[in-house]
DNA sequence: CTCGATATTTAGTGCATCCTAAATTGTCCG
DNA sequence: CGGACAATTTAGGATGCACTAAATATCGAG
């Protein structure tokens, strides 16, 4: 099945499948466009790209149509994703690295670095299961959480819910912003007010009340919280079996 | 005086830059075969190369002569070696990668991370100057210890010497033997006897005399050891000033 | 001093990746 | 239904880096 492969994918083409990996999850299907402006480079260069990796088996390519990831390509940029992952880990964690510059430094370093440092990495770090920006980190055999989370921006005025992960890492500014309001991964947040037209939302994380625009919101996304209730213990151990559902391949 | 380079240089092109200042520092000139050897390509690709990193500034060639470092090229070949050698010694030292393997996985890493992690790498280390092979480390501004070593081979019989350095990381092989006979350095290694013709070296590495042959004992960089003597102080802080005096640039 | 072995360079290619400009196709609106 | 416009592919090139085979330079031996 596998194509004669040179053995060893290289830089770019590691880049392309994990871009179309990502783009296949949000919009359903990755288009020339969309995968150019994702890698700053030229849609002829995509066209280019997908010839070729369509012919190595990685992807599945309807001229004009879009791309598809082969079970060969997917196996390949979830891979490259768990390493990307890991490697954030291991720089916010252990040496300190700002969240918002560990995404440069991973992009690089996951294609360098051997599987044994990736499984060494990793076992330092007791094998974790999200990255710093809250994403998940697939298993070495290619399992990956792939929930779907509501955004900021869809909650119910009054309500209160539980910051997953933020839906891109790519934004530095967009990242130091949501640290500076303390919105990280396992933060609660409620949303306080929101401003008709799709205007600004006020939040309430911990004791502050942060107002943030609803671009910002969608970008981070958010799973229901359990609100125990302060004195009945009834309700704190809800099943909630639908939300919880991890869809795993 | 810089060359208007694409401002970064490329993977091989910091890897011939690196090999081409070893082989300068060892045989005081870096031929063409030899690079070609050292990096496994062909003589032809290498004359390739040197014509474009002449080209940029890097290097001085005079065809069919040989080829040498202009400033700008020992600058850049001894930035990359910091990244390798402080990369190994991290991978040793805190994730306990053995000292036979840390050199191939440092060959690549060298080329991905940004100074910024290097120098974050170099300070959890505690800003260390030599490499697990005891290689000694440039330091951010370029200089380096440069001091010639003499090897074990040349060490006459009934001396006693302190382990340097191995001439180099790169055959596991070598290292792993090493290990086992507990030569690393700082170890102290006597030599007991020598074999005629070239013949294989008795040694006593603490409690055990291991023999090996000349090939190996000419890889092994030792110092000479100021052994305290057991009751009278006279001789112990003997002043050797030739031997330890620093070359740096 | 000349010859031949050896080292080195030149010539001619191939492949991966990128680009711009020019076709071509798909879609959707009037 | 027929264009117009946007998306996409094709055509034609460039760059970096590798290779093999052929030419050429160097140098030591006789
Ligand atoms: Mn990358
Ligand atoms: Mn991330
Ligand atoms: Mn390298
Ligand atoms: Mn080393």
Same mark, same amino acid.
């Given at each position: 099945?596998?194509?004669?492969?040179?053995?060893?994918?290289?830089?770019?083409?590691?880049?392309?499948?994990?871009?179309?990996?990502? %783009?296949?999850?949000?919009?359903?299907?990755?288009?020339?466009?969309?995968?150019?402006?994702?890698?700053?480079?030229? +849609?002829?260069?995509?066209?280019?790209?997908?010839?070729?990796?369509?012919?190595?088996?990685?992807?599945?390519?309807?001229?004009?149509?879009?791309?598809?990831?082969?079970?060969?390509?997917?196996?390949?940029?979830?891979?490259?994703?768990?390493?990307? @992952?890991?490697?954030?880990?291991?720089?916010?964690?252990?040496?300190?690295?700002?969240?918002?510059?560990?995404?440069? &430094?991973?992009?690089?370093?996951?294609?360098?670095?051997?599987? &044994?440092?990736?499984?060494?990495?990793?076992?330092?770090?007791?094998?974790?299961?999200?990255?710093?920006?809250?994403?998940?980190?697939?298993? *070495?055999?290619?399992?990956?959480?792939?929930?779907?989370? /509501?955004?900021?921006?869809?909650?119910? *005025?009054?309500?209160?819910?539980?910051? *997953? /992960?933020?839906?891109?890492?790519?934004?530095?500014?967009?990242? /130091?912003?949501?640290?500076?309001?303390? %919105?990280?991964?396992?933060?609660?947040?409620?949303?306080?007010? @929101?401003?008709?037209?799709?205007? +600004?939302?006020?939040?309430?994380?911990?004791?502050?009340? +942060?107002?943030?625009?609803?671009?910002?919101?969608?970008?981070?996304?958010? &799973? +229901?919280?359990?609100?125990?209730?302060?004195?009945?213990?009834?309700?704190?151990?809800?099943?909630?079996?639908?939300?919880? /559902?991890?869809?795993?391949?």
């Amino acid at each position: 099945m596998t194509a004669p492969s040179p053995r060893a994918l290289t830089e770019p083409v590691e880049d392309y499948l994990k871009a179309i990996y990502e %783009l296949e999850r949000r919009n359903g299907a990755a288009s020339t466009s969309e995968v150019a402006l994702a890698l700053a480079v030229a +849609p002829a260069s995509v066209t280019g790209m997908v010839r070729r990796l369509a012919a190595q088996g990685y992807l599945d390519h309807v001229p004009y149509r879009g791309v598809q990831l082969t079970a060969a390509g997917r196996a390949a940029a979830l891979r490259t994703i768990r390493r990307h @992952r890991i490697l954030e880990t291991y720089l916010t964690q252990v040496l300190g690295y700002p969240w918002d510059r560990v995404h440069d &430094e991973a992009e690089r370093l996951e294609h360098a670095a051997s599987d &044994e440092l990736i499984e060494c990495l990793a076992a330092a770090l007791g094998h974790p299961t999200s990255d710093p920006h809250g994403a998940p980190i697939p298993t *070495v055999d290619g399992l990956v959480d792939e929930r779907v989370h /509501r955004t900021l921006a869809d909650l119910a *005025v009054g309500h209160t819910a539980r910051m *997953v /992960r933020v839906a891109s890492d790519k934004d530095p500014d967009l990242l /130091r912003y949501l640290a500076d309001i303390a %919105l990280r991964p396992g933060a609660e947040v409620t949303l306080v007010a @929101r401003a008709p037209y799709d205007g +600004p939302l006020t939040l309430r994380i911990g004791e502050a009340q +942060p107002i943030v625009g609803p671009n910002l919101a969608a970008q981070v996304l958010v &799973e +229901p919280v359990l609100t125990p209730a302060p004195a009945s213990a009834a309700s704190a151990t809800e099943p909630k079996p639908a939300a919880s /559902r991890a869809r795993r391949r």
